[in-house]
C-alpha cells in the first residue's frame, strides 16, 4: 500500500472510501471525488498514479489495516475474559462504517483485475478474521472454550456483527448491543443443553 505521505492525500483516501461505501467502484468516477475535494481530477493522479482502480485498492488496504488494527487493540484493552474481549471488537466493528464484503465479492471486485481482487479478498478475510482468532486460541489453551476451528468461529462471529451492523430494518426491537450481547451468550454457552 502506498502510505498517505501527506494531509491531501489523506483527505483523498477519506473521501474516496467515503464514496465507495456508499455507492460501490462501478458508480465512482474520478471525477466524482476530485469534485468532492474541489481539486482536479488529473491530481488525483499524483497519489494514485493507476487511476481508479489504484485509489480503491488504496482505499481497501487502509481500510482493512484500520480495522485489524483496531480490533486487535479493543482485544488488548479489555481483561482476558473473551466474552469482553468479543463484545470490545463487536464496539469496535460498530463504532465504523459496515464493511459490505458481499457487494465487494459481487460488484466491486468484478470489476478490477482479477489477481489484485483475490489479494484484497485475503486482505479483508485475514484482517476481520486473525483478531479474535489469536483471542479465541488464547481462550482455547487455558481451557475457556472448546473449539475445533478458532479461524471460523471468528469469521463467523465478525460476519454476523457486520450483518446486524449494516441492517436498517425497522423490525429490529432491541438495539444493536443487546443483540450482540445476546448473540454472544449464544456462541460461548452453545444451543445445546447440557
Not at 1 to 8: A, D, F, L, S, V
Request: hydrophobic share 45%; proline share 4%; with cysteine.
Amino acid at each position: 500500500m502506498c502510505k498517505p505521505i501527506n494531509q491531501t492525500h489523506q483527505r483523498i483516501l477519506d473521501r474516496a472510501e467515503s464514496l465507495f461505501l456508499i455507492q460501490g467502484y462501478s458508480l465512482v468516477r474520478l471525477r466524482d471525488i476530485a469534485d468532492e475535494l474541489g481539486m482536479k481530477q488529473a491530481a488525483l493522479y499524483y497519489y494514485a498514479p493507476d487511476g481508479k482502480e489504484d485509489l480503491f485498492i488504496q482505499v481497501i488496504e487502509r481500510s482493512m489495516s484500520r480495522h485489524r488494527a483496531g480490533m486487535e487493540t479493543a482485544i488488548q484493552e479489555v481483561s482476558g475474559d473473551i466474552g469482553a474481549q468479543m463484545r470490545a471488537v463487536a464496539a469496535w466493528l460498530l463504532s465504523q462504517p459496515p464493511v459490505n464484503v458481499s457487494r465487494l465479492g459481487e460488484s466491486d471486485f468484478l470489476a478490477i483485475d482479477p489477481a489484485k481482487a483475490a489479494q484484497l479478498s485475503h486482505l479483508i478475510f485475514d484482517a476481520l478474521r486473525l483478531p479474535l482468532t489469536g483471542a479465541l486460541e488464547q481462550a482455547k489453551q487455558h481451557g475457556i472454550v472448546e473449539l475445533d476451528n478458532c479461524g471460523l468461529a471468528a469469521i463467523t462471529f465478525v460476519s454476523v456483527i457486520e450483518m446486524i451492523h449494516a441492517d436498517t430494518s425497522p423490525f429490529i426491537v432491541h438495539s444493536k448491543e443487546t443483540i450482540i450481547d445476546q448473540l454472544i451468550e449464544m456462541f460461548l454457552k452453545g444451543w445445546l443443553k447440557r
